[in-house]
Structures are given as C-alpha cells and as structure tokens.
C-alpha cells in the first residue's frame, strides 16, 4: 500500500514563528503536492512539485514556500506563521500522469496548525 | 472555533438505503475523474476513478456514472452503512497536467 506520512497531527504556532511541514511518501512517486482545507472550501493547491528540486505554484502561494531535496520528501514551510493560516494542510503524492497509468493521489492523514 | 465559509451541502440518508452524490465538472477535456472519500479528522482516500471513455463503472458496493454531455459525475453507493459517513468529493483532471481540480464535497450522514 502506497504510505504517505506527514510529521505532525496536530501543531500550535505563534504569529510570526518560522513553521515546518514535512511529508514523506514510500511510493517513488514524481509528483508531491501542498493542499490547505478550510471548512467549506475544498482543498486548494498551494504548491506541487514534480521532480526534486523542482516546483510550481498551486492557487494560493502566499506566505508558504516549499523544499524537496529528495524524491520522497517535501517541505511546507510558513516564513512567518500568521492567524490566517490555521487550517488542516494536506499533502499527497501520485506519479507522473502522461503515460495513461495510475494517475490517483495518495493523501497523507494531515496536519491540523493552529496560530495563536 | 471555525472560520466562516460556505456550507457543505448535506445528503441524509437511511442506514440500508442507496445514496447519490452528484458533482458537476468544469473542463470539457478531463481525462479521468476520482472519487474520494473523507472520514472527520484524516486525509481523503480514494475510492473509485473512471476515464472520459467510458460511462459506467462499478467497484464494491459503488457505481460511478459519467455524462460527458452535461458535465456530471455521480457517486452511487449501495446498501449505506454507517461508516460509509464522511464527505465525498470528486476530482478532474488531464494526463500530462499533474494537477487535479477538486470538488467542494458532499457530507453524506447516515441514519441509522
């Protein structure tokens, strides 16, 4: 079965704290992706990655940044952690899809962050 | 507490019964469709996908339906039992484009 884990359940920050999101997946999967869900809103794409070292934007960029220095792992990171961005952050991974295969993604279980 | 957003819309429907959840798409060129299933507090899981080429496609206890003519996807599940309660949303996408649009979701509640 394909895992996809990520580093914490649960996170309380304060404003203005650097924070670190860290998902692993075991599936030697290409692509790797950032979603934030908030009641309501579905799941948006803050950032994707399709390759190591490489990474493109999702609809809400703002305030994150991401790293994958391996194929396995990719990194959220919130420069400077502010109230707004509370909210469940998802991350899944799938293969490249133009070859017609497996094109499913693979969700880890989340992380709920809470900025006070 | 939490945020203020739209409203999932909800499907109640008896313990035993069959539920219907509906999703209209928006890209007339989406190659596959995937329905997901979210239980509270954990990440979606993927329960059953089917490409533009076909219409119909039947896993255990699920049916998903395809009208490419009116941009619908339905979601049917047989028999609903009570962890069959979660959201469900479906999802497009095109080969080649590795990104999926998302659904809001439907909360599907069972009553026993």
């Known amino acids: 079965d394909v895992k996809v884990t990520q580093s914490s359940r649960y996170l309380v920050k304060r404003t203005g704290e650097k924070v670190f999101l860290e998902c692993v997946q075991d599936?030697?999967?290409?692509?790797m992706f950032w979603y934030r869900q908030d009641p309501g809103l579905g799941l948006r794409l803050i950032y994707f990655?399709?390759?190591?070292?490489?990474?493109e934007k999702g609809d809400i960029p703002e305030g994150y940044s991401v790293s994958r220095e391996k194929k396995e792992r990719f990194s959220l990171i919130l420069e400077s952690a502010s109230t707004n961005q509370t909210s469940m952050y998802l991350c899944?991974?799938?293969?490249?899809?133009?070859?017609?295969?497996?094109?499913?993604?693979?969700f880890g279980p989340g992380t709920r962050l809470t900025v006070t | 507490g939490e945020s203020v957003g739209l409203h999932l819309p909800t499907l109640s429907v008896q313990e035993g019964d069959n539920s219907i959840i509906n999703c209209a798409y928006s890209?007339?060129?989406?190659?596959?469709f995937i329905w997901y299933k979210q239980e509270s507090g954990k990440g979606p899981q993927f329960i059953i996908d089917?490409?533009?080429?076909?219409d119909k496609r039947q896993g255990q206890r699920v049916t998903v339906l395809l009208n490419k003519t009116v941009k619908h996807l339905s979601l049917q599940i047989a028999a609903t039992q009570p962890g069959d309660s979660a959201v469900y949303f479906c999802?497009?996408?095109?080969?080649?484009?590795?990104?999926?649009?998302f659904g809001t979701g439907t909360r599907l509640t069972i009553i026993p």
């Open positions: 899944a991974s799938s293969p490249l899809t133009g070859t017609g295969g497996s094109y499913e993604q693979y």
């Open positions: 599936m030697d999967h290409e692509n």
């Open positions: 990655s399709y390759d190591v070292k490489m990474k």
């Open positions: 890209n007339s060129a989406s190659d596959y």
């Open positions: 089917i490409r533009s080429n076909m």
């Open positions: 999802a497009e996408g095109e080969f080649g484009n590795e990104k999926l649009t």
